[in-house]
């Protein structure tokens, strides 16, 4: 796969580039460099992490995205700088000074600042006045406020200005353009706001029903710096839904002077060396100043602040959805075993697909075992008989509607057939339908109907999730927060990045990947992808790697880029089912003549192979990273890096959240982690919180630190709200429910945001309402649950927003 920073050719300068991303990274330039120079020739970052340590000093692949991104970033700014330079030289206005200032500018803001006076716009009604020989004045009142106004601007009447008060207001238009196009000053002036401004909603006139679920923003403010990023898309939200209205208030109401000028207008006026000192003039320059403040200034940095706060809330969405996206692909694979997958329904039935070990579809059927049908025997005989005559293992359960009706009748088949020795597993259904519904699904499965496919796909995504979902645009999988909101580039981006550091970081069986996972190894695009998979169908299994190279349009650089990556499992050569790099084949080779060893008698030998010194084979192509790679892989070839499989187990008899019981210890998996904890499913239809206070004894920063989506863990009760349909869980086993366990404890407080009545609420979420009260820092539910996520369910395009909001609704949130 080729990305935006390979196909962009490097037309800016690369030393100062390379320079900055060095300092960011803290690495050496010529690190940079050399990772430059491979991204840019086609290279890929898990080829590059994997097989190009050497040249890059072993830059892993997490500094290898970092730099790719920043890289793109920094050409377009250099780009951007180019373009600037030009445009003002060609208006004859580009000196030593001003060239230096936009050459040390080093974001785009900063950037854009400096160009704003000469940028192209309309005809303004400073330019107007300009024209009207009207500047001399403004520079006069502003260098003299001993003159008085009036009586100066009467020097200046013309045809085009009538009277001493448009002549002052032209030069008061001029002063005004002046004063918001100082770069220095709007600088300044930006970083104030931010460190002081906040951001405040209300809800809007007869909204308050349609807009409940914004409820938590009705009246609502919170500083800029101390807002979560899911608080932020979720006012953004509720503004778009026309519920909210959002303002940027510079600072805080008690902040700000009951009389007088604000501290921004202060500042202003210092900048510009505007004072009152009773002078003929000081008041028409201090108005000048807040209409300049009022008019301009602060339209414009309100409009920064608000972009400033939708991207760092955006790049934390991102974050999220990408660190869940990894580890629902790395998740645990049941493996070759024969699988019953159940589509739950209630009306249209519970679509039924059996799958072989190695995925192939040997069975479909629906049954009705639930209202308004209630085939219930019927159904454990149909699954019975496919179960017998399959030979299945595991049965596979979708986690949406009718999931623990069908998990139950799962049980039951379990019971009364215990010679099949079958196991079940409650399975994430996100974005089944989507991929059901793909022209993919259509040409992998001709003929089946789409609702059955659904049932194939939970199946398959047990056997092996990483290969089943790489079939569905990550996007749509559905484990972040927010993403329908977020752009469109910046998400793609790191989804895509996720997936292919995932699929190469597991490796691909050549001889039974489907395309679309092929697509996402090193260096493979789609159409090479169906040759790969068109050459196998007509010529049989590879044998081997080399033989790769008799793909139609696979060259000597796709081969190097994907070789590494694709498996050979049973073939001609032992190597080739390993991550070593056929280019390095030679060096095992040496190894085996150096100790004497065929390569059967090596491979997999820990005893031998560490008693080979690494040092002792490295040469001028092949370093002491890739020799010491080399042995660790040949000790464990091909190992799967995902963890073991397991199951949780449900509590019998709790099978609904009125069955919950404050204390009771439960076995659950985590479906989901947002920045304010993790969701568990313990099998009773509605997913608890177990907020980040709750995640550990000791302070907890990410969640993702402690818990990630798929992991089986031991949970306690500490809350049940059966009308709300809410579940509050801890990890910390020995907390008691009602001594404010999970809403705080072992957290730092925070005063959080402000709300009405003089009240805070906590700067993740306070335990209970709104009644006035001091609430907790990072505890309990009322803000942590409801105060960033309500909204997130809501429908798009005829799919859910996201499986996070499919968590916040089966925990009673949305």
């Not at 400073?126 to 009142?141: F, S, T």
């Not at 379990?414 to 259509?442: D, F, M, R």
Request: net charge neutral.
């Amino acid at each position: 796969m080729t990305t935006d920073a390979q196909t962009t050719a490097p037309t800016v300068p690369q030393p100062r580039i390379a320079a900055q991303i060095a300092t960011e990274l803290g690495v050496r330039e010529g690190q940079v460099t050399a990772a430059v120079d491979l991204l840019d020739g086609g290279a890929t970052v898990p080829f590059i992490a994997r097989y190009r340590k050497e040249v890059t000093g072993a830059l892993d692949d997490a500094q290898l995205r970092t730099l790719e991104e920043r890289l793109r970033y920094l050409r377009e700014l250099e780009e951007r700088r180019a373009a600037i330079l030009e445009s003002i030289r060609s208006q004859g206005k580009l000196d030593d000074a001003l060239q230096a200032q936009i050459l040390s500018a080093d974001t785009k803001a900063r950037l854009e600042d400096i160009y704003l006076p000469f940028k192209p716009k309309r005809r303004t009604k400073a330019q107007i006045a300009r024209e009207a020989g009207l500047e001399p004045l403004a520079d006069q009142l502003l260098g003299d406020p001993t003159l008085d106004p009036v009586a100066t601007a009467s020097g200046y009447l013309t045809e085009a200005v009538a009277d001493a008060a448009a002549a002052l207001d032209g030069a008061r238009a001029i002063l005004i353009e002046r004063f918001s196009e100082d770069a220095d000053l709007i600088g300044e002036l930006r970083e104030q706001v931010w460190n002081r401004g906040l951001l405040a909603s209300k809800v809007r006139d007869g909204k308050q029903e349609a807009g409940a679920k914004f409820a938590d923003y009705f009246d609502f403010s919170e500083p800029f710096t101390k807002m979560p990023s899911h608080r932020v898309l979720a006012m953004f939200r509720g503004e778009k839904e026309e519920m909210l209205d959002i303002a940027v208030q510079p600072e805080a109401p008690e902040d700000a002077p009951e009389f007088g000028p604000t501290r921004f207008e202060q500042l202003i006026a210092r900048r510009v060396g505007v004072s009152d000192q009773g002078r003929p003039a000081d008041k028409w320059l201090s108005d000048t100043v807040r209409y300049a403040w009022r008019t301009r200034i602060l339209t414009h940095l309100g409009i920064d602040a608000r972009m400033r706060l939708w991207q760092q809330a955006e790049e934390e969405a991102v974050r999220v959805f990408a660190a869940n996206l990894r580890d629902l692909l790395l998740a645990a694979p049941a493996g070759t075993r024969a699988t019953l997958g159940l589509d739950p329904g209630f009306r249209t039935g519970v679509k039924v697909a059996v799958v072989d070990a190695t995925g192939k579809v040997v069975a479909t059927h629906t049954i009705y075992p639930h209202v308004p049908h209630n085939k219930w025997d019927e159904s454990v005989a149909i699954l019975a008989r496919l179960c017998q005559v399959h030979q299945v293992e595991l049965v596979a359960i979708g986690n949406g509607t009718a999931s623990r009706e069908t998990d139950k009748l799962a049980a039951d088949l379990i019971k009364l057939y215990p010679q099949l020795n079958l196991t079940k597993i409650v399975v994430s259904e996100a974005g089944a339908s989507v991929y059901s519904a793909s022209a993919y699904a259509s040409s992998e499965l001709p003929g089946m109907d789409v609702s059955l496919r659904g049932a194939v796909s939970i199946a398959r995504r047990l056997q092996d999730p990483l290969a089943e979902l790489v079939k569905i645009d990550p996007k749509s999988i559905g484990v972040g927060q927010y993403q329908h909101d977020l752009a469109e580039g910046k998400l793609s981006r790191s989804l895509d990045a996720v997936v292919e550091d995932c699929v190469n970081g597991v490796g691909v069986d050549v001889n039974t990947a489907s395309a679309p996972l092929l697509t996402r190894v090193s260096g493979i695009t789609e159409s090479l992808a169906k040759n790969i998979v068109a050459y196998r169908e007509e010529n049989g299994p590879f044998r081997n790697r080399r033989t790769l190279q008799q793909v139609p349009r696979l060259g000597p650089k796709a081969f190097e880029q994907c070789a590494g990556f694709l498996r050979i499992r049973g073939g001609d050569d032992p190597l080739d089912s390993s991550s070593v790099h056929p280019e390095a084949y030679p060096v095992v080779r040496r190894m085996l003549d150096g100790e004497g060893a065929t390569i059967d008698t090596l491979i997999g030998n820990s005893t031998a192979l560490r008693k080979i010194k690494p040092t002792a084979y490295v040469d001028d192509t092949f370093g002491l990273p890739t020799v010491t790679d080399i042995l660790k892989e040949l000790e464990k070839p091909g190992r799967d890096p995902r963890p073991a499989f397991k199951t949780a187990t449900f509590a019998d008899g709790v099978e609904k959240i009125s069955d919950l019981v404050p204390g009771m210890l439960l076995e659950g998996v985590v479906t989901n982690v947002a920045a304010f904890g993790a969701f568990v499913d313990v099998g009773v239809h509605q997913d608890g919180l177990v907020h980040v206070s709750a995640l550990s004894k000791t302070f907890v920063k990410d969640p993702r630190d402690v818990v990630k989506s798929g992991d089986v863990v031991r949970v306690k009760v500490l809350d049940v709200d059966v009308p709300r349909k809410r579940i509050s869980l801890t990890l910390r086993l020995d907390d008691v429910p009602g001594d404010g366990a999970g809403s705080g404890g072992g957290q730092s407080r925070d005063r959080g945001p402000r709300q009405p009545g003089g009240q805070r609420q906590g700067g993740q979420g306070g335990q209970g309402g709104q009644g006035g009260q001091r609430q907790g820092g990072q505890g309990g539910q009322r803000g942590g649950q409801q105060g960033g996520q309500r909204g997130g369910g809501r429908q798009q395009g005829g799919s859910t927003d996201t499986a996070l909001a499919d968590a916040l609704r089966r925990a009673g949130l949305a």
